[in-house]
């Protein structure tokens, strides 16, 4: 498993990013998948995650509403669309996978981090 995170930048406070995370060994397809984000200081936390066939997913009360998760497993790929971004979600954002199908929020549950991509929101 190899996980590439991209689309992360610099943004306004209000704008919106899409982030991907592709899998270019193509070994995650049964694989729930999540994203986590680390900001400075802080430890990571949960984000989303997603079951294998996208048919559970789950958020951080702090963006639900705000963020969607999605996959095409045909491509290998998990997204993270991100809406009404905030000074506050500013992080390094990771995607992961899991270690079975089910979706979790438990950092524990995810074998595989990709390197991360960096979300900055200003006010």
């Known amino acids: 498993v190899q996980l590439q995170a991209s689309g992360g930048g610099l943004v306004q406070a209000g704008d919106s990013l899409r982030l991907s995370c592709t899998d270019s060994?193509?070994?995650?397809?049964?694989?729930?998948m999540g994203w986590f984000r680390q900001a400075p200081g802080k430890e990571r936390e949960f984000v989303s995650t997603?079951?294998?066939?996208?048919?559970?997913?789950s958020y951080a009360d702090s963006v639900k509403g705000r963020f969607t998760i999605s996959r095409d497993r045909a491509k290998n790929t998990v997204y993270l669309q991100m809406n009404s971004l905030k000074p506050e979600d500013t992080a390094v954002y990771y995607c992961?996978?899991?270690?079975?199908?089910?979706?979790?929020?438990?950092?524990?549950?995810?074998?595989?981090w990709g390197q991360g991509t960096l979300v900055t929101v200003s006010s």
């Open positions: 992961a996978a899991g270690r079975s199908s089910v979706a979790s929020s438990d950092r524990s549950q995810y074998r595989y």
């Open positions: 060994r193509r070994a995650t397809s049964n694989n729930a």
């Open positions: 997603i079951s294998w066939n996208g048919g559970m997913t």
